[in-house]
């Protein structure tokens, strides 16, 4: 290689790795003192949050352009975040700003948003947690979001770095106690807004009214009641307060097994519906289960005769996905995306599908989406409704249940559909954010076993719903972010009867406003970049990205707007308000492709280079070496 | 005619003109076509299994139409696309379908037909087939060449080598245009026409290209407007085992360095891994060294030959024909790679790319011999530069300039019309060039002019042997052939349909540099072109963002014209909104719906 071995420069040439100190040395900060001291950036509390600790010179470490900045500022947590205080946020032009997340800043990490946390020590990179004895010249924190932040605190008084240090770990980490979770001293803290037009706004389900809407809404009520038997959790805190049941089942029977068995009804369609029931606990006692066997032949008897007709039960506990199984491809996948520097970036991108796909993230998405058709294909076309089975039915049943909704019903891919269903499936529904999102901090291992602690339902009537739903999105987009093998245990024939209604469905034309399936096929699957990549400015096309056809596509309708105003004015000639279309997006002429993330790291137009080049061809090598013509030049 | 007719010894069918009105194609469109072969097959399709159907073959194409449903079309195959023709199951074969012809098409499909094997119904198809896919091997003509189609426009007059220099400011005080090989004397796989340093004399010219391996000197391929750093293309220098050295060469190189006085290093990228550079001396190829190129910086681009791309690509179609592979689908793909070729290909063009647009200097670009890795990477990096090549025009004459007229090896790559499927010539070159140039659209979806259709529409005539745009090998063999006046040019009939071929999205951006992410987390398998067969793989055409932005556009023209119209008729008289036909608020639910 004659490349002279210029980072982002030279040809193909691999650059030496920099250690995790080296990243910025002393005399690369561009820092002007001047500056730190006059553009300090006030900390902003929300009602009920409170500074819990703080550092100040600590130094950002950004990437850009391959090189590396520094930025002086003051790292402080308090009961809700850590935040870095610099004084970069000028970089942002108004465009971007419309664009900020209001309550979390760039530099701002929510408690519960932290992965890990690491801290380098003599350039090595360990995970921090629990006391430390010795404290790390640099933080590098991951988040769930996949940030990564790197802190350097090699300029920070070592009082203050034990004093943070100590305090991240601590309030990230320490198992937490349910009443101590940030949103309650919020709760009571802030002004209570509660949202007053209903047609503007998801629905919650947190009334019998809800429950009949949605009911009228998708044609069910025929045959189903909502019920309020368990209005203020008296027969069981897993179930809502009021929710769907078929019409002939005794209302007794609910409390009976303190709300399983009890078919619980989620969507209804033209053709068929769907419910999902949660098992009945198991029992070793022959007596007991003789009672629980003619309680569910009773059960089974109402909803399989008319107007029920035929129900296909769909256990989803023991032939579908675990959440064992989910938790551990995701953990893979998502290291993927955590990367440290430019050179991994790079490294790791020659190699980069295989890791990919043995995460199983991917497959596992595409399970989720054919299991979803499957239910789909017994619904419209053969007439049946189908019975979700679970454990607890709060897991599975809510992935798959909702997903079924977003293909059938037009309506869940409206905005406030789909919050609605978020609503409906997911919280209502029960499932369990608390401890699939471990954000009390139990130990990790048994995050899934765990029972329900208490109900969620509890914490809808705080007005601070807005926790709840941005990780309730956070784990729909997860589920539901890529479109989805071969399905486990089914029959021939089965299968036979889900290709014939894919294929037919996918050979006529699409009906945005109708049935929608996702395409499944191997290389239809893709990693759903607008997530994964938004931080990583390695992966970053200027000026490109769908965006860029998304924007053409908003100017253009508000051209169209412009000049249908026009045509009314001109129609009334009236001396109408001359009201220009607000843009959003017209004086940004060229966005990138991680718009609107990782705003501050758009800044030159110079081209990103892959710095670590070939990989060996292996059984091609001898084909490497043949040249190209079979001419001697030898004597020319 | 007849004499064709002698040749087959076999009665033509006459009943051409009520089966081609059946179908797309005008009947007047191929002039010369005969249909040969009208016969019962089953054709085994590997997606939905076997189909009875009748095959009609003509000297340009094959046709297959369902027996079964509604006589449809199933196959239109053009005999061009076929590399290779074998027989399957022998006289003792058992077996349903067992009997017949298995073809194997450049196009990443293969096609089975299951015959009778009573009356020699194989053999005549086999013989057809052969004698009309491979002309070459039986001395007939290319179809081309018998092609008698007329398009309004003459697409052999998009390029034109003086405008299209002229268009670049060239000729200059610092660059003059040759006619030293204007009878392919000088080197005979370049075009008549060529730009070299206004201080280099003819003689210096001929003394370099003993120099340089074919012949093929350093010249002009882009001159950037603003800071005047060129980009040059050539062969590699004949250095050999002893290091040889050229007065010439060195003196020449500095020439062209000296042109732009803003800095002092000419680059110098050479495709190759820097092994293969080096392993080229022993057959009296090389590189630049060091020391006899004192100003200038050699890089390697570690871009892989021919031999290497052609096994790459045919991995590709290992994993999605006929059946996509499922479950391991990355892992597969990888193993390809494919797409880390398309990764080395597209890095080295945007280094090419940046070093020029950076002003840091001027670039020479070379392979081994300068007509395949070369290709790829002045054009792909003049794609980059000069958003003119974006345009459907433009990137015509890209393709005509960098690949056509500086000899890109067409004929020995793709094999037009010859019979030899295993040649080591064979290679994928053209068709990476033109994967690299969708991932770019895909990466910027409003900074080309043209669609995905356009440059699959390019790739099916690379094969198809319906126009002259991609025979021979050089330009001084097109000539001797008179290929332009005897043969339709492609861009004829691209050009003479533009509308299908545009982009709806396209913004036009002057001055724009492109630079992609040559980041295998964004290069995609192109899988409309590689997958197209597969009929569980299409992707809806067009996607729904474009089909809306189509409605939108359709919507803002004809306010324009209700607009103008109500402008015009804009007198107080006629202003009572009542009688209008209908009012704009009813347009209103249109526009607002979300997708």
């Known amino acids: 290689m004659l490349g002279k071995g210029v980072v982002g420069g030279g040809g193909g040439t691999k650059a030496p790795k920099p250690s995790f100190v080296s990243y910025v040395r002393p005399e690369e900060i561009h820092t002007n003192e001047k500056e730190v001291t006059e553009k300090e950036v006030t900390l902003h509390l929300l009602p009920g949050e409170q500074l819990l600790c703080e550092a100040s010179t600590v130094l950002k470490c950004v990437q850009e352009d391959s090189c590396q900045r520094g930025i002086y500022g003051r790292l402080v947590c308090t009961d809700f975040k850590i935040a870095f205080l610099g004084d970069d946020e000028s970089a942002l032009d108004n465009d971007e700003t419309q664009f900020k997340n209001k309550v979390i800043g760039e530099n701002d990490i929510t408690l519960h948003c932290v992965d890990q946390i690491y801290g380098v020590f003599d350039e090595k990179k360990k995970t921090l947690f629990g006391q430390l004895k010795k404290y790390p010249e640099k933080l590098i924190i991951h988040c769930k979001d996949l940030r990564v932040f790197h802190f350097c605190l090699r300029y920070t008084k070592e009082e203050e770095v034990k004093r943070i240090v100590s305090g991240i770990i601590h309030h990230t980490q320490a198992p937490k106690l349910l009443k101590r979770l940030f949103l309650f001293s919020y709760a009571t803290a802030a002004q209570n807004h509660t949202a007053t037009d209903p047609k503007n706004h998801a629905v919650m389900f947190d009334t019998l009214q809800d429950w009949c809407w949605e009911l009228e809404r998708t044609k069910g009520n025929m045959k189903y009641k909502a019920v309020s038997v368990n209005e203020g959790y008296k027969v069981c805190e897993r179930l809502p307060a009021y929710f769907v049941v078929p019409t002939p089942l005794p209302e007794e029977d609910v409390p009976r097994f303190h709300g399983h068995g009890i078919p619980i009804w989620c969507w209804s369609c033209h053709s068929g519906c769907a419910f999902k029931m949660s098992a009945l606990p198991k029992e070793q006692d022959d007596g007991v289960l003789q009672i629980q066997k003619n309680f569910l032949d009773g059960i089974y008897k109402t909803i399989h005769r008319p107007p029920y007709e035929i129900v296909k039960t769909e256990d989803l506990s023991s032939n579908f996905l675990s959440l064992q199984e989910i938790q551990t491809a995701y953990s893979k996948f998502k290291q993927l995306f955590l990367i440290d520097n430019s050179t991994e970036f790079w490294d790791t991108d020659i190699k980069w599908f295989f890791p990919a796909e043995s995460s199983s993230w991917l497959d596992i998405i595409r399970r989720c989406l054919k299991k979803a058709i499957e239910i789909i294909e017994c619904l419209e076309a053969q007439n049946m409704n189908v019975l979700l089975l679970e454990e607890n039915a709060s897991d599975l049943c809510c992935l798959v249940s909702s997903l079924v909704q977003v293909m059938m019903d037009p309506h869940c891919r409206t905005r406030f559909g789909f919050q609605s269903l978020v609503q409906k499936e997911w919280i209502v529904g029960g499932h369990c954010f608390l401890d699939r999102c471990n954000h009390l901090r139990q130990s990790d291992k048994e995050e899934h076993q765990r029972q329900l602690s208490l109900p969620l339902t509890q914490s809808k009537s705080s007005p601070k719903r807005g926790f709840f739903r941005e990780e309730t999105d956070h784990l729909i987009k997860n589920l539901l972010g890529k479109r989805i093998s071969k399905l486990i245990n089914s029959s021939e024939e089965l299968q036979d009867n889900f290709r014939e209604f894919y294929d037919s469905w996918r050979s006529k034309p699409p009906n945005y406003h109708g049935l929608l399936l996702p395409h499944i096929e191997g290389p239809e699957i893709k990693v759903w970049a607008q997530r994964y990549l938004r931080w990583i400015p390695e992966a970053q096309i200027l000026g490109g990205g769908r965006v860029a056809t998304l924007s053409k596509l908003l100017e253009t309708m508000e051209e169209v707007q412009r000049l249908q105003e026009k045509i009314e004015e001109r129609h009334h000639s009236q001396e109408a308000l001359q009201a220009e279309a607000a843009s959003l997006l017209r004086t940004s002429a060229r966005l990138s492709s991680l718009f609107p993330f990782a705003l501050l790291q758009r800044h030159s137009s110079k081209p990103v280079l892959p710095t670590s080049g070939w990989k060996a061809l292996g059984d091609e090598e001898d084909l490497a070496k043949r040249e190209d013509e079979f001419v001697d030049l030898g004597d020319v | ?595």
């Open chain 2, 1 to 595: 005619m007849s004499l064709l007719r002698g040749l087959l010894g076999m009665e033509l069918i006459g009943r051409s003109v009520r089966l081609f009105l059946d179908f797309q194609e005008k009947p007047a469109s191929l002039g010369t076509f005969f249909i040969l072969i009208d016969k019962e097959v089953i054709y085994i399709c590997p997606f939905n299994g076997p189909i009875k159907g009748r095959v009609y073959i003509t000297n340009y194409r094959l046709y297959l139409r369902s027996l079964e449903t509604d006589s449809a079309l199933i196959l239109d195959v053009p005999l061009g696309v076929i590399s290779r023709i074998e027989k399957m199951g022998g006289a003792t074969s058992r077996g349903e379908n067992s009997y017949g012809l298995d073809i194997t098409c450049k196009d990443m499909r293969n096609l089975r037909f299951a015959l009778k094997q009573e009356g020699h119904s194989r053999r005549d198809m086999f013989e057809i087939l052969t004698r009309y896919a491979f002309p070459l091997a039986h001395s007939l003509p290319i179809f081309a060449f018998l092609n008698e189609e007329k398009f309004d426009v003459d697409g052999w007059m998009v390029y034109n080598p003086v405008e299209e220099y002229r268009r670049q400011g060239l000729p200059n005080h610092h660059w003059r245009i040759t006619f030293i090989n204007k009878c392919y004397e000088l080197c005979d796989t370049y075009p008549a026409l060529l730009v070299v340093p206004y201080r280099a004399s003819d003689d210096d010219l001929r003394r370099v290209a003993t120099f340089r391996s074919r012949n093929r000197i350093p010249v002009l391929s882009w001159i950037h407007p603003e800071n005047k750093t060129v980009i040059m293309r050539c062969s590699q220098p004949l250095v050999g085992m002893s290091g040889k050295r050229n007065k010439d060469d060195e003196k020449y190189l500095d020439v062209i360095r000296e042109t732009n006085r803003q800095v002092n290093k000419l680059t110098i990228y050479d495709a190759r891994p820097n092994v293969n550079a080096v392993a080229n001396k022993a057959t009296g190829g090389g590189y630049e060294s060091d020391d006899a190129y004192h100003n200038a910086e050699l890089f390697f681009l570690d871009i892989h030959n021919i031999h290497v791309m052609r096994e790459s690509l045919k991995k590709v179609k290992d994993i999605v024909y006929p059946n996509v592979e499922e479950s391991h689908w990355l892992s597969s793909l990888e193993s390809t790679h494919w797409l880390e070729h398309i990764k080395l290909v597209l890095t080295g063009a945007i280094q090419v790319a940046d070093r020029v647009s950076s002003g840091k200097s001027s670039v020479v670009v070379h392979c081994s011999d300068g007509w395949d890795r070369t290709a790829q990477l002045t054009s792909l990096a003049m794609l980059m530069l000069d958003s003119y090549y974006r345009s459907i025009e433009g990137f015509e004459i890209l393709v005509q300039k960098e690949w056509i007229s500086f000899g890109h090896k067409f004929a020995s790559r793709i094999g037009h019309g010859d019979k030899n499927h295993a040649d080591a010539d064979r290679s994928p070159i053209f068709l990476q060039f033109v994967d690299c140039v969708w991932q770019m659209s895909k990466q910027f979806p409003t900074a080309f002019e043209f669609n995905e259709r356009f440059l699959i529409i390019i790739l099916d005539h690379l094969y198809s042997c319906r126009f002259g745009t991609f025979l021979y090998n050089c330009e001084s063999a097109r000539e001797k052939q008179k290929v332009t006046e005897r043969t339709v040019s492609l861009w004829s009939l691209i050009n003479s349909n533009k509308d299908k071929f545009k982009n709806p999205f396209y913004t036009k951006e002057i001055n724009r540099v492109l630079y992609p992410v040559a980041s295998m987390r964004h290069l995609e398998l192109w899988v409309n072109y590689y997958i197209r067969w597969n009929p569980r793989i299409k992707q809806q055409q067009p996607n729904p963002v474009e089909q809306r932005y189509m409605e939108l556009l359709a919507l803002r023209d004809e306010y324009i014209k209700r607009l103008e119209e109500l402008q015009l008729a804009n007198s107080p008289k006629l202003s009572d909104p009542s009688t209008s036909p209908s009012s704009p608020s009813q347009m209103m639910p249109h526009v607002q719906t979300h997708f």
